[in-house]
């Protein structure tokens, strides 16, 4: 009798407990970057997925596979095009080395606006453009969708307010976030100006980069702390040659900044800030959580300092 008590007890127990595991399970989200390509008529957006000038596949243990080469075989032009089209025969392979299926999506957030924009990828081309502004040979070539400019209504800047991720289904919460209003405060002990925006109930303290006193301010510190005072992050890349600090929101001369952002960017996901730091050459954002526990690199920002293409003139 008492064992009959007992096991409907453990069942329950262990349902609650793959029901939390089921719920907090870790994944790492792939973001990518939406570039626009301005020296080609017509004008295009492209999202990057491969480089180099052949489709490696690789199996589960990571051994290399299959390799097929080159993946566009119109060379009679010694490559002198600026964009080739995947041709048809090589588009499962693309797909299979990218890990997307034609049954995935792409998904474009706007992040300003709050609006999400779905592709699906069967509907998709797959170019190789440019990587650089002379290439050589097959090798600086860069693979991966195009869009329309007519496909994204909104007429912004998407290296600044997009953010793309491919999969069955949208990771983005669509919960508008909030664009960081900086104040000025002193520290008088110090003798720094350092600034405060408020969102979310939390206190964003930031010091000014110290490179950077004569001029527009940028970021150089973050200090996220709550209602209570208690520190929730403390990031300093100030004295790392990997990391570069953003223009504070707001106007100068000559542009309007609209950098740093806070809120739920994604579904089942704590709140997240970015906007403040930059990796490498090509100014690749740093997305962080406010909470400390959910490491950034949950996040694989897939952005490329080799893209260089749409500036070329």
């Given amino acids: 009798m008492q064992i009959k008590k007992i096991i409907p007890i453990c069942m329950l127990f262990l349902l609650s407990c793959s029901f939390y595991a089921i719920g907090n399970t870790r994944e790492q989200l792939e973001i ?34 299959q390799s097929i080469q080159p993946i566009f075989p119109d060379i ?9 089209q995947l041709p048809q025969k090589y588009r499962q392979s693309f797909l299979t080395a990218s890990g997307i299926s034609e049954t995935d999506n792409l998904f474009v957030y706007n992040y300003e606006y709050n609006k999400l924009y779905s592709f699906p990828i069967s509907k998709l081309e797959v170019f190789a453009i440019k990587d650089d ?38 990771p983005f919460a669509q919960q508008q976030l909030t664009l960081l209003n ?21 206190h964003y303290y930031l010091k000014q980069h110290p490179s950077q006193r004569d001029d527009y301010p940028k970021c150089g510190r973050l200090v996220i702390k709550n209602e209570k005072n208690k520190i929730l992050r403390d990031d300093t890349h100030i004295y790392s040659s990997f990391y570069g600090g953003l223009p504070l929101n707001g106007k100068d001369n000559d542009h309007e900044y609209k950098k740093q ?8 996901k ?4 970015f906007g403040f730091f930059f990796v490498g050459a090509r100014e690749c954002p740093v997305i962080d959580f406010i909470d400390s526990s959910f490491p950034s690199y949950d996040i694989r920002l897939r ?6 293409y749409y500036s070329c003139k």
């Fill in 32 to 65: 990518f970057e939406l570039n626009l390509v301005d020296n080609s008529e017509p004008k295009f957006y492209f999202v990057k997925l491969l480089q180099g000038s052949h489709i490696v596949i690789y199996d589960k243990d990571g051994n290399k596979k």
């Fill in 76 to 84: 009679e032009d010694d490559y002198k095009k600026n964009k080739y």
């Fill in 133 to 170: 502004c002379f290439p050589s040979d097959e090798t600086n070539y860069q693979f991966g969708f195009a869009l329309a400019l007519n496909q994204i209504p909104q007429d912004y800047d998407p290296n600044d307010t997009t953010f793309v991720y491919i999969g069955k289904e949208s």
């Fill in 182 to 202: 900086w104040q000025k405060i002193s520290d008088k002990e110090n003798e720094e100006d350092n600034y405060l925006a408020q969102a979310h109930g939390l």
């Fill in 261 to 268: 952002w806070t809120g739920k960017l994604f579904k089942n």
């Fill in 270 to 273: 704590p709140l997240v800030v």
């Fill in 303 to 308: 952005c490329d300092s080799r893209f260089v």
